[in-house]
């Protein structure tokens, strides 16, 4: 995508840069970046992840609340070939995740709590591989690490609007889920396809882009499904990470 991106005529990537300042004022928004350059638009997109800076700037609030646990992410090498399959187990401290990924390797999504994270983390390499092990099974056959370790802190956020004048918010920065069924990617994308459309019919008619009548148009869209979707992978979290026998015994039934 990156390399994409420098090819595509009408987009022009700048990087390195931060936003210093963004104005929306009534005719248009205003940018001022690290480099000393502005930018001027009709709407400003804040996809800047979970921490958007611009919504917070907005005043734009969040629902949201943490799930206990923490994510560890790392990819990793393995012996057989994955054959394209993505294995997820449920486990009571949350889901493991192995997901193929190009050439003999898989990344690995490992929930647990954030102190057996915290130490999980730390823990030297063959130490940690062995930890990785004994819930990866054989069906790889061995194991190595192939890059670094992250760890993220697992919670459901939610912004109570996605709209503001001159703004509208897509992917993380509108609404953060848990990992558990690997949709939060696909909803970000739903996004984009929903936000590209309704700019481009705006475009075709003539409407101011940056208008309240055209952005609500965006989140009368996409806020139904990125709240049933929500619900439903914390419905799933919930219903998951536990370890309380009845449910436990439903699950296996399911």
Not at 28 to 48: M, P, Y
Not at 118 to 142: C, M, N, T, V, Y
Not at 175 to 181: K, L, S
Not at 196 to 218: C, K, M, N, P, T
Request: proline share 5%.
């Amino acid at each position: 995508l990156a390399a994409k991106a420098k090819e595509l005529p009408g987009l022009e990537v700048i990087a390195p840069a931060r936003i210093e300042e963004c104005l929306r004022g009534s005719a248009r928004a205003e940018i001022a970046l690290s480099t000393g350059r502005k930018l001027h638009a009709a709407v400003v997109v804040g996809c800047e992840g979970r921490r958007s800076p611009l919504r917070e700037d907005a005043g734009i609030s969040l629902a949201r609340w943490d799930y206990g646990q923490t994510s560890i992410v790392c990819t990793v090498a393995h012996e057989r070939p994955h054959a394209g399959v993505a294995v997820e187990l449920f486990l009571p401290t949350g889901p493991f995740a192995m997901l193929p990924m190009t050439g003999d390797r898989s990344n690995v999504v490992w929930s647990e709590s954030h102190a057996r994270a915290k130490l999980l983390i730390d823990l030297p390499e063959e130490e940690f591989l062995a930890e990785q092990r004994s819930r990866f099974g054989a069906w790889l056959g061995e194991i190595a690490l192939a890059g670094p370790r992250f760890a993220y802190p697992l919670s459901l956020q939610h912004a109570q609007r996605y709209t503001a004048h001159r703004l509208v918010l897509a992917g993380d920065a509108a609404h953060g889920i848990h990992p558990i069924a690997g949709q939060g990617f696909n909803l970000g994308i739903r996004d984009v396809a929903a936000l590209a459309e309704i700019l481009v019919d705006a475009h075709r008619l003539g409407l101011d882009l940056g208008s309240a009548a055209v952005l609500d148009g965006y989140e009368r869209r996409r806020r139904f499904d990125n709240q049933l979707l929500l619900a439903v992978t914390d419905g799933l979290t919930r219903l998951f990470s536990n370890d309380i026998a009845p449910l436990r015994l439903a699950r296996d039934l399911g």
